[in-house]
């Protein structure tokens, strides 16, 4: 799964996260409300801060995290965080990069508008071995987010092992950075006449829905793809993004 959590923001008012932290958590491990929903093996989440995903820690029961703050490589600013099953996978290595010409420390790239990172986790379950990259792509600069997309289809190809790939890439599957990463060697699992909106604003009447939110494969069969469209139990969304989830075999 992932999902962009929108970031704590006070200024989010009755949709801000102090509001919606609980039913979140209980959306992700299928409590609740959320009873239908299964909890997934591995979930990708966006925009989160440090204070989020201390919560979430909490919540999460029978689930590690990586990830690294793009401001200071440590805590600082938002997260591309992972999650996995403990019982199910075992952690080889890790390693956050920031989308730039200098991926090594933090800054920004090209014309973005604030830096960005790709966080990576390396999994191993019984036999098999396989990474998982988690990403936020600019809101802004056009340029950032083809050079970023270029970025992560070299680090796809440098990997011998299977390899998934989600985020938020804020550009929908027919733009450029998304054909880029198609012709580095990934698959959508997304159905192609599947174009649920997976943004929707908090339904804010300015905000057009658009699908900007995807996970990528190489190495796997896509069994199945949904965007899940949970709301609180007043109504209103629990983000402003909707979770794509999908279920995925090895090739």
Aim: hydrophobic share 35%; glycine share 8%.
């Amino acid at each position: 799964m992932t999902y962009n959590l929108r970031y704590d923001n006070p200024a989010d008012g009755q949709d801000a996260w102090k509001e919606r932290r609980a039913e979140v958590g209980s959306f992700l491990m299928g409590k609740g409300l959320y009873a239908s929903c299964e909890a997934p093996d591995i979930l990708g989440v966006q925009e989160a801060l440090n204070s989020q995903l201390q919560f979430l820690d909490i919540v999460m029961q029978g689930y590690s995290r990586y990830s690294r703050g793009r401001d200071d490589g440590q805590t600082a600013g938002e997260h591309a965080a992972i999650y996995w099953r403990t019982d199910r996978f075992s952690l080889l290595d890790s390693g956050t990069f920031w989308l730039s010409e200098q991926p090594n420390f933090p800054n920004k790239g090209w014309d973005a508008a604030l830096p960005r990172i790709a966080s990576w986790v390396k999994l191993k379950e019984n036999k098999k071995i396989f990474l998982v990259l988690n990403t936020h792509f600019d809101h802004i600069g056009v340029k950032a987010r083809a050079e970023s997309a270029r970025q992560l289809a070299a680090w796809v190809r440098q990997q011998a092992q299977p390899v998934i790939v989600m985020g938020d890439f804020n550009c929908e599957y027919h733009e450029q950075p998304l054909k880029i990463l198609r012709e580095g060697g990934l698959t959508e699992t997304r159905p192609s006449l599947d174009t649920t909106p997976t943004f929707n604003g908090f339904t804010w009447p300015k905000a057009r829905h658009k699908l900007i939110d995807f996970i990528l494969t190489r190495g796997f069969i896509t069994h199945s793809y949904h965007v899940i469209q949970p709301k609180r139990s007043n109504g209103r969304q629990l983000s402003d993004h909707y979770p794509v989830e999908a279920r995925i075999f090895f090739q």
